[in-house]
T-cell receptor, first 116, second 111 residues
Framework: DVKVTQSSRYLVKRTGEKVFLECVQD?????MFWYRQDPGLGLRLIYFSYDVKMKEKGDIPEGYSVSREKKERFSLILESASTNQTSMYLC???????????????FGDGTRLSIL | RKEVEQDPGPFNVPEGATVAFNCTYSNSASQSFFWYRQDCRKEPKLLMSVYSSGNEDGRFTAQLNRASQYISLLIRDSKLSDSATYLC????????????FGRGTSLIVHP
């Protein structure tokens, strides 16, 4: 079974803090994704990566950055947390060679982040 | 028109009922289709892929209608445990490797 592990289930941080969300997958997947999910808005893509050190902006990258130094790990960074970044954050990975994969994504458990 | 549209519901059905959801997509070049299930406050989990000829997995049947640009999910003999939100996912062809998620359809199965 694919295992996608997010470092925290629940996290509380303060406005202005730099926040790191970690995601690790154990299936040697090339593609990894970060989403946020808010009521009524569905899943929105923040960033994705199709290879080590490669990253592409999704639909809502503002206020976020990412890092993929190793294939199995994809980190989401909130440079200076704000209250409107309170949300459920979901990491996903997907197998396939490079960009054009028809395989489905597998999600981590999610991190509920609250910014006070 | 949104890329992927779903009726948010909720669909409220009794145990044992048959229920069907549709999901429409706007891009005719779409290539890959999936249904995910998401329980409250949990992550989405893959329910099934959707193949051109239609496919079945136990009580669940998925179908693709390319002419009308929609996919469907049919659940037979609904169980209480089927209560969840069902997300449809569509991926375009032609160089896009990013899937597009619908906002989900809520299903409530009651005794």
């Amino acid at each position: 079974d694919v295992k996608v592990t997010q470092s925290s289930r629940y996290l509380v941080k303060r406005t202005g803090e730099k926040v790191f969300l970690e995601c690790v997958q154990d299936m040697d997947h090339e593609n990894m994704f970060w989403y946020r999910q808010d009521p009524g808005l569905g899943l929105r893509l923040i960033y994705f990566s199709y290879d080590v050190k490669m990253k592409e902006k999704g639909d809502i990258p503002e206020g976020y950055s990412v890092s993929r130094e190793k294939k199995e790990r994809f980190s989401l960074i909130l440079e200076s947390a704000s209250t409107n970044q309170t949300s459920m954050y979901l990491c996903a990975s997907r197998p396939g060679t490079g960009a054009f994969s028809n395989q489905p994504q597998h999600f981590g458990d999610g991190t509920r982040l609250s910014i006070l | 028109r949104k890329e992927v549209e779903q009726d948010p519901g909720p669909f409220n059905v009794p145990e044992g009922a048959t229920v069907a959801f549709n999901c429409t997509y706007s891009n005719s070049a779409s290539q890959s289709f999936f249904w995910y299930r998401q329980d409250c406050r949990k992550e989405p989990k893959l329910l099934m892929s959707v193949y051109s000829s239609g496919n079945e997995d136990g009580r669940f049947t998925a179908q693709l209608n390319r002419a009308s640009q929609y996919i469907s999910l049919l659940i037979r003999d609904s169980k209480l445990s089927d209560s969840a939100t069902y997300l449809c996912v569509v991926r375009k062809s032609g160089g896009s490797y990013i899937p597009t998620f619908g906002r989900g359809t809520s299903l409530i199965v009651h005794p």
